[in-house]
């Protein structure tokens, strides 16, 4: 799961997606990252940590840390939420498989609408609600489709 800061957006889809692995019982490996590094060794923002918290979920052990080359390498799935993520991570790929790993989150549910996960970082804790709401259905979608 990649945003750009890796404090609001990603760490929650993170969490969301772990929590609801466990609770099924399923077997994935999920991380999270961000572009910009600016954030590194950072727990997740407070209001992404209340927002799961509300919904019975604690993203607390996580941290911030920038996406490396190596996950281009490791990881079978790569979500972003925005299509500026979108573009900075596919900058990092090296080949046509590795870029077809990056997919807009929200395409799981609106395939190639290409929605934005938006950035709550300068606004309220209604935008944090409204990013767990979203990230809460596309998770629904990817255990559907990749996980089951
Ligand atoms: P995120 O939100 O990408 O959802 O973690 C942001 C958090 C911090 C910054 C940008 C976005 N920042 O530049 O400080």
Do not use: W
Not at 75 to 91: A, E, G, K, Q, T
Not at 98 to 116: C, P
């Amino acid at each position: 799961m990649v945003c750009l800061g890796n404090i609001c957006r990603s760490p929650l889809a993170h969490g969301i997606l772990q929590h609801k692995v466990d609770q099924r019982g399923l077997k994935a490996i999920i991380d999270s990252a961000g572009t910009n590094g600016l954030h590194d060794g950072e727990y997740p923002d407070s209001r992404s940590m209340e927002i799961a918290l509300i919904n019975g979920i604690d993203i607390s052990y996580q941290r911030s840390r920038q996406i490396k080359r190596r996950d281009i390498e490791y990881f079978d799935l790569i979500y972003v939420m925005d299509s500026s993520n979108y573009n900075n991570v596919l900058n990092m790929t090296e080949s046509e498989a590795e870029a077809q790993k990056v997919i807009m989150i929200m395409n799981e549910l609106e395939s190639g609408k290409n929605i934005n996960v938006p950035d709550p970082y300068y606004g309220g804790e209604e935008g944090f609600k409204n990013v767990f709401e979203m990230l809460d259905k596309a998770t629904d979608l990817i255990i559907e489709k990749h996980l089951s």
